[in-house]
């Protein structure tokens, strides 16, 4: 059994920045991939950025030079550096991890979301 849960979200003003962060535990032998996805009420969940092993990554278009996403591997952990926020970056922020439990055991774990508001 794996569990991810995330932490970090809030409200902001706009220019203003945010940390998430996201943890998994369980029984993990590796986690390949992560990404951070977000959702807004009556829209598709959305790829935000996804860090791949060792540490390449890849943003979507209207967060890249603003958002960061970091991982720590001896943490089983996942980080998503928000600056410059924007009242449009308001969404719940999603964690996924690419993550293998056993030798033919692989699949994705979701967190449960976390708000972040960006709002005066």
């Known amino acids: 059994q794996v569990q991810v849960v995330e932490s970090g979200g809030g409200l902001v003003q706009p220019g203003g920045s945010l940390r998430l962060s996201c943890v998994a535990s369980?029984?993990?032998?590796?986690?390949?991939?992560w990404a951070w996805f977000r959702q807004t009420p009556g829209q598709e969940r959305d790829l935000v950025a996804e860090?791949?092993?060792?540490?390449?990554?890849e943003y979507k278009e209207s967060v890249k030079g603003r958002f960061t996403i970091s991982r720590d591997d001896a943490k089983n952990a996942v980080y998503l550096e928000m600056n410059n926020l924007k009242p449009e970056d308001t969404a719940v922020y999603y964690c996924?991890?690419?993550?293998?439990?056993?030798?033919?055991?692989?699949?994705?774990?979701w967190g449960k979301g976390t708000q972040v508001t960006v709002a005066r």
């Open positions: 996924r991890g690419d993550i293998l439990t056993g030798p033919l055991e692989r699949q994705y774990y």
């Open positions: 860090i791949f092993r060792p540490t390449s990554t």
């Open positions: 369980g029984n993990i032998l590796v986690t390949n991939n």
